[in-house]
C-alpha cells in the first residue's frame, strides 16, 4: 500500500522537540510490523508533516501559561489541519486541551491519548497502574487528560510528584542519555508497587533504563501503532475528497 492510498499524518511537536522525533521513529516501526511482508520500502512509508513549535514547552507550567499554550496549539492545529487527516500531539499534558480541539471542528482528526491508554488498559485487562508524567498529569485533576482513567483501573502515583516534575525538566534540560537523570529514574521507578508503569510523558520514553519485573508502557508507542491503524483505514475519505480545504491553509 502505498501513501497515496492512506491517510496523511500531522505530529505536532515542541513540548519537547525530541518527543516528536521519537513518536515519527516509533511511527515508522510500527508501520514496518504492521504491514509485515506487503512492506517493500519506501513508498509503503506513511506520509508525515512534523509541526514543532518551542513555545508549547510552557506546558510543563499549564497552571499559569494555559491560554498562552492554547493559542500556540490552536495555530498549530489550524496549520496541519488541511494538510493532513489525522492529528497526532506528541506531549501528554497537552492532550488536556481535548473538549477545545474538538470545538474546533478541523477537518483533520487529532487521535486522542487518552482514548489509546484506555484502549490499552481494557485490552490488557490492566487492573492497577502506576502513572508518571508532569505534575499536571499526574495529580488527576482538572489538569489532566487522564482524569477519567480512574474509572477504568487503579492508579498508583509516585509519593513526591515535584521529583518526577523537576526529573522531567532535567531531561529537556540535559538529554536523555544523562547518567544522572538515568540513575533519577531507575530509583524512581524502585519506589513504584504497580508492575505496569504507565509513562505519561515523552521525555520518559527516552531514557534508557532495565525495569527488571516491570512493564513499561510507552504512550508514545502506543500512540504511533494507533496512527498506523488509523492510516490506513480506507473507510475514511482523505484531505483530498473534502471541500472543505480546497488544498489551502486553515487560519487562525
Request: hydrophobic share 45%; with cysteine.
Amino acid at each position: 500500500m502505498t501513501s497515496e492510498c492512506r491517510l496523511r499524518i500531522g505530529i505536532i511537536s515542541g513540548s519537547g522537540p525530541e518527543a516528536g522525533v521519537d513518536l515519527w521513529s516509533k511511527l515508522l516501526e510500527e508501520n514496518r510490523e504492521l504491514l509485515g511482508t506487503a512492506f517493500s520500502g519506501d513508498l509503503d512509508a506513511p506520509y508525515v508533516i512534523i509541526l514543532s513549535e518551542p513555545r508549547l514547552g510552557l506546558s510543563m507550567h499549564l497552571e499559569t501559561h494555559e491560554e498562552e499554550v492554547w493559542s500556540q496549539l490552536e495555530t498549530a492545529l489550524r496549520t496541519l489541519a488541511c494538510q493532513v487527516d489525522l492529528i497526532a500531539i506528541a506531549c501528554n499534558t497537552l492532550h488536556y486541551f481535548e473538549a477545545r480541539i474538538g470545538s474546533l471542528r478541523l477537518p483533520a482528526r487529532l487521535v486522542s491519548l487518552s482514548d489509546v491508554l484506555s484502549d490499552y488498559v481494557r485490552a490488557q485487562g490492566l487492573r492497577q497502574v502506576a502513572l508518571l508524567g508532569a505534575r499536571p498529569v499526574m495529580e488527576l485533576g482538572r489538569w489532566s487528560p487522564y482524569r477519567r482513567l480512574g474509572a477504568l483501573v487503579s492508579i498508583e502515583r509516585p509519593r513526591d510528584s515535584d521529583a518526577v516534575h523537576r526529573l522531567i525538566l532535567d531531561i529537556k534540560r540535559l538529554g536523555p542519555t544523562d547518567g544522572l537523570v538515568a540513575t533519577r529514574f531507575s530509583t524512581l521507578l524502585e519506589t513504584l508497587q504497580s508492575r505496569t508503569v504507565v509513562l505519561a510523558c515523552t521525555e520518559l520514553p527516552l531514557i534508557a533504563v532495565q525495569a527488571v519485573g516491570r512493564q513499561l508502557v510507552d504512550m508514545n508507542r502506543l500512540l504511533a501503532r494507533a496512527l498506523v491503524v488509523a492510516s490506513l483505514d480506507s473507510s475514511c475519505a482523505p484531505i483530498t475528497a473534502r471541500p472543505s480545504c480546497n488544498g489551502a491553509l486553515a487560519q487562525p
